[in-house]
Every structure is written in structure tokens, then in C-alpha cells.
């Protein structure tokens, strides 16, 4: 696996993990409701797993 790969995989998963981060911090502190908190998380996680299927498949190819 090249750097090149494994640098778009670092990044990509940094910028998919800040909006969890962020809402995590809405709901302990702005009191946002968890529903809507939990449903955005959902779909970035959905999204942070694709990347690290992606990642292992790059890895062990």
C-alpha cells in the first residue's frame, strides 16, 4: 500500500469522525435532542465502516 493511500484514508476518517464528535458535544452541552444526535451518528458510522472495510481490503490485498 502506497502513502498516498493510506494518507487519503487517514484524512477521509478524520473528516467523517468530526461531525461525530461535534454532536456528541451538542448533546451533552446545547441539550439537543437524541434522536435527532443518534440518527446523524448512524449514518456517519455507516460511513466510517465503509472506509475501514475499504482500509482492509487496500491492507491485505
Keep these: 500500500m502506497t502513502?498516498?493511500?493510506i494518507e487519503l484514508i487517514i484524512e477521509f476518517s478524520v473528516i467523517l469522525i468530526s461531525p461525530?464528535?461535534?454532536h456528541l458535544?451538542?448533546?451533552k452541552?446545547?441539550?439537543l435532542p437524541p434522536e435527532v444526535v443518534f440518527k446523524d451518528i448512524k449514518?456517519?458510522?455507516i460511513?466510517?465502516?465503509?472506509?475501514?472495510?475499504?482500509?482492509?481490503f487496500l491492507f491485505f490485498k
Design 3 to 5: 502513502g498516498e493511500i
Design 20 to 22: 461525530v464528535i461535534y
Design 25 to 27: 458535544y451538542l448533546l
Design 29 to 31: 452541552y446545547k441539550k
Design 43 to 45: 449514518i456517519y458510522l
Design 47 to 56: 460511513l466510517y465502516g465503509l472506509i475501514a472495510i475499504t482500509g482492509a
